[in-house]
């Protein structure tokens, strides 16, 4: 794995040389994140989103462990446990918000470092199953998110359920079947409320075991870097400690400034008041919307207020809804230029930044009312989208012209320095 | 030591004895396997005491014509609505090639009542709770029911007419008991 050049592992003391013969833990960090992994010298801090996913990651496991010592999963009580977490239990508050405001925090690193790959072409061989697993852990963490929310039995998280769950009666046939076997009742009540605790429970734990597939399959091929050019020889790279876990580190104390400032000082920004109200069944709240991370996808549901050919335009929101997802899958070999940076990708650049803004077009669209003129916004952003991946990513990949790239990631990085005055000559 | 006659016997016809006992084993364990994974499905579904809550009686007397009441039946809102002869007017009206899911207003209620209109409350696009039952909610361009969520709405006789939903609003299985008393399921 990895480089010929990676060092070693080798154990100084008797008990490091005895647990290395029995279990060498110790020898699989340091191949991991030591020095026997050579990784690219010019990173950027856009290469630190990762390992800021992973500590999210931890955090929530631990604040939710906690939370749920104290947290009934009864639809009964379950809205008065989160007050009783809150207002009793000590520091019950802070771990919750920590919990709420951590998974928006979780969601914020995890864009940044699906865009980081979808700019850097990240996702392009020799690092397609990376990406595959990444759009699983994607997968898994809507899944985590959404059941969570349902938790606290708000009004948003009652309808919430209601509403996310009503995609599958959207399958013909046996849709309406498959809800209420999802429910396990015609609405959300008790037994939604149970599997759903514990589901969300489970779900994280499967987010790491994929998360060690994926760098795992990160480890194969070796950290890709901005130039998109693949290491060549042991100039190239540098140990990954010190270096990035210092670079990491630094990265990770910016993380937790935003963390506590979000959680302290507006822990409810993010939130939505009317998910202060107990959940009432027969009673829809004016304005549904999901958690802002959801929303642009929630924008391409709402999209579809038409039928069309022979599918309604509920199935067409549901099909809609979960392709612009799916159609991430495919991305690899939709993309077909050889060159991976979108710095030597003139044009690609520039269609990369228009995605990105009609992401976000589409996000205030899934916050606005179903209204003109926010319809008509989230059908051209809908089509935008789809027409990005399938249409304009595989017409550019064929006719751009990429600028000159360098022969090494070493050459870059002098290049970019050749007129800075160096430290030893001032 | 075995001959080459006995090792390769019975291979002629390309099947041996081992191919049926691998068989056998791994249907076997499959059977198994499938055994297990019934109830663990079938634990999904809705348990005994959600399904004893599939009977409400509902007191109509009180509904005055112009009226609409929500109850609820299996935890899902109901909408119990006294239809004055100007909305009964304006569903019969309807021709049925303007429907999206075609139905009369005799086929939604129970013949000689069809003044009452029983649906349940739930939007069938992704199942919200419509306005238009309770007093001066908004009743949509359709006089009959209005869902602000995703824009979806229905006319006197609980009729799609507009908006992403794909059906009408569920008729659920009633019984008029008495003159004043409705069992629903």
New interface residues.
């Given amino acids: 794995m990895s480089f010929p050049w990676a060092k070693n592992y080798e154990p100084q003391v008797p008990l490091m040389k005895w647990l290395d013969e029995k279990l060498p833990l110790p020898r699989l960090v340091y191949n991991a994140i030591g020095a026997g992994y050579p990784v690219p010298r010019n990173l950027n801090y856009f290469w630190n989103f990762g390992v800021l996913a992973g500590v999210a990651l931890v955090i929530q496991i631990i604040t939710g462990i906690v939370l749920a010592m104290h947290y009934a999963a009864n639809a009964d009580i379950a809205f008065n446990s989160v007050e009783h977490i809150m207002r009793d239990v000590n520091a019950g508050w802070f771990i919750r918000y920590a919990h709420m405001n951590g998974a928006s925090m979780f969601f914020i690193v995890v864009y940044l470092h699906i865009f980081r790959g979808l700019y850097y072409g990240s996702y392009k061989a020799p690092r397609e199953m990376v990406w595959l697993l990444g759009v699983v852990i994607f997968l898994l963490m809507m899944a985590t998110g959404f059941m969570g929310y349902v938790l606290p039995w708000g009004q948003m998280s009652f309808?919430g359920a209601?509403?996310i769950?009503?995609?599958f009666?959207?399958i013909p046939v046996v849709g309406d079947p498959i809800r209420?076997?999802?429910l396990?009742?015609?609405?959300p009540?008790d037994?939604t409320l149970n599997?759903f605790f514990s589901l969300h429970y489970l779900l994280p734990f499967v987010i790491a075991g994929v998360i060690i597939l994926h760098i795992w399959a990160l480890h194969i091929p070796g950290s890709s870097n901005p130039t998109g050019i693949e290491v060549k020889d042991e100039q190239d790279t540098v140990p990954f400690h010190p270096y990035y876990t210092a670079k990491d580190g630094f990265g990770v104390g910016v993380f937790l400034l935003v963390f506590v400032a979000l959680t302290f000082f507006s822990p409810n920004m993010l939130g939505h008041a009317d998910n202060y109200i107990p959940a009432n069944?027969?009673?829809?709240p004016?304005?549904?919307v999901p958690e802002w991370y959801f929303l642009p996808f929630y924008a391409i549901l709402?999209a579809?207020?038409?039928?069309f050919l022979w599918i309604?335009?509920?199935?067409w929101?549901v099909i809609a809804m979960f392709s612009s997802i799916a159609v991430l899958f495919f991305l690899p070999w939709l993309d077909s230029s050889p060159v991976k940076s979108s710095s030597y990708r003139p044009l690609n650049r520039i269609f990369f930044w228009i995605l990105v803004l009609d992401v976000l077009l589409l996000g205030w669209c899934g916050m606005s009312?179903?209204?003109q003129p926010w319809?008509i916004l989230s059908q051209l952003g809908a089509i935008y989208y789809f027409a990005h991946f399938l249409i304009i990513l595989p017409i550019i990949s064929r006719i751009e012209r990429p600028l000159p790239m360098p022969n090494s990631i070493t050459e870059a990085v002098l290049a970019k320095h050749a007129d800075a005055p160096s430290a030893a000559t001032a | 030591m075995a001959s080459e006659t006995e090792i390769t016997a019975g291979i002629e016809d390309g099947v041996r004895r081992r191919d049926f006992i691998n068989i056998a084993a791994v249907s076997f364990a499959g059977v198994g396997a499938a055994a297990v994974v019934l109830p663990l499905v079938n634990q999904?579904?809705?348990?005994a005491d959600?399904l004893a809550l599939s009977s409400t009686e509902i007191d109509i007397s009180s509904i005055q014509p112009g009226q609409a009441i929500?109850t609820?039946w299996?935890?899902?809102?109901i909408f119990v609505r006294n239809l004055v002869a100007k909305e009964i007017a304006e569903a019969k009206a309807v021709p049925l090639s303007d429907l999206?899911d075609p139905q009369t207003l005799d086929e939604r209620t129970k013949p000689g009542k069809e003044n009452w209109l029983i649906t349940l409350?739930?939007c069938?696009?992704?199942?919200?709770?419509?306005l238009g039952a309770g007093e001066g909610e908004n009743r949509g361009p359709f006089g009959g029911y209005f869902?602000?969520?995703?824009?979806s709405a229905y006319d006197t006789a609980a009729r799609i007419r507009q908006?992403?939903?794909?059906r009408n609003l569920e008729v659920p299985p009633y019984e008029f008991t008495s003159d004043t008393v409705v069992t629903i399921g």
């Fill in positions: 309808w209601q509403v769950t009503g995609f009666s959207a209420i076997w999802l396990g009742g015609f609405a009540d037994a599997r069944s027969l009673s829809t004016a304005h549904i709402k579809f207020t038409f039928n309604d335009a509920k199935l929101g009312p179903a209204e319809v | 999904m579904n809705p348990s959600v929500k609820s299996r935890k899902q809102p999206r409350g739930v069938t696009h992704l199942g919200c709770v419509p869902c602000p969520c995703h824009g908006g992403p939903a794909p």
